[in-house]
């Protein structure tokens, strides 16, 4: 009997998962694996269990958020034989779970994670040391994510995001930066710059009109210049949420390694989380570094 070991962030979607963990833990029982249940009990114990677990596993799951699914993905890359690893959503954006299809309901999910087929997903590794699975950035949109209280993300969910970064709007920070890709260098004052391997960041961006592949080793670049007037705020943000992202203002390039540098330290957030103070940030897409469970045809584990 193969071994699967179930992770649950129990502070993701206010606790939501103790309605649906017996009937988790049954379609893992009928997928044929011997499950064992670790709790998380604060930031950063996703990736220390998970890489302990690694050796002994054939498969981990994670139920949290875009958070958790990111330190667990993270806790592998430290390990040569990765396990599979599935994903029960219970964040609030869930950007992961749309990227990958993943149903958010709690009992479909589980059927993906022990029945559904493996697909390869690129990890991105940032400035030699950390990883993400989804986007790193700055700028405008990704405050919203780490900075917006808990509560009113459990409360409001996408509202929270949106209602945050409308009332931002008005004091949009502008950095110059130089942005370094495979065959270009672009120079120029922008609002946001985000490093992404996803169909859908902050809930707000959707990239699914631009070919994106989780596993071509390329990041997909999204760079939005620097607005003169509200007028144009407003213009950018129509072309965005209608998913045109070759404007003036706003640029979406793809490349294996990116390297940005900026006059002084600015805040990064990586997969919604506080990422750090940084005037320079490297990033290089690690192809199809771990395989990830979605929907397909049932398959014997």
Request: glycine share 10%; proline share 4%; with cysteine.
């Amino acid at each position: 009997m193969k071994k699967l070991l179930l992770l649950i962030n129990p502070n993701a979607g206010k606790g939501g998962f103790k309605a649906g963990l017996g009937e988790v833990l049954m379609t893992f029982h009928r997928a044929g694996f011997s499950t064992t249940v670790a709790f998380t009990d604060k930031h950063g114990d996703a990736p220390r269990i998970a890489a302990r677990a690694a050796d002994g596993y054939d498969r981990i799951v994670c139920v949290g958020g875009d958070g958790t699914f990111s330190e667990t993905v993270a806790g592998l890359m430290g390990v040569q034989e990765r396990p599979e690893v599935g994903y029960v959503p219970m964040g609030t954006t869930n950007d992961c779970a749309n990227t990958l299809g993943i149903s958010q309901a709690m009992a479909a999910a589980a059927e993906t994670a022990a029945f559904g087929r493996s697909i390869p997903f690129d990890v991105g590794c940032f400035n030699h040391e950390r990883y993400f699975t989804y986007v790193a950035a700055f700028g405008a949109f990704t405050e919203v994510s780490y900075q917006t209280p808990q509560d009113q993300k459990n409360a409001l969910g996408r509202l929270a995001y949106l209602l945050d970064g409308i009332s931002r709007l008005p004091n949009l920070t502008h950095r110059w930066a130089r942005v370094e890709y495979d065959g270009g260098v672009l120079e120029d004052d922008y609002i946001f710059c985000g490093i992404t391997n996803s169909r859908s960041v902050a809930g707000l961006i959707h990239l699914n009109s631009v070919g994106v592949s989780l596993s071509d080793g390329l990041f997909e670049v999204i760079l939005v210049r620097n607005p003169e007037n509200v007028l144009q705020v407003g213009a950018i943000l129509t072309d965005i949420f209608a998913n045109k992202f070759e404007s003036e203002y706003v640029t979406l390039l793809k490349s294996r390694t990116v390297r940005v540098t900026l006059q002084e330290p600015v805040n990064w957030t990586m997969d919604g989380e506080d990422g750090g103070m940084h005037s320079e940030v490297y990033c290089e897409n690690i192809p199809r570094a771990v395989r990830v469970l979605v929907n397909g045809e049932k398959q014997e584990p």
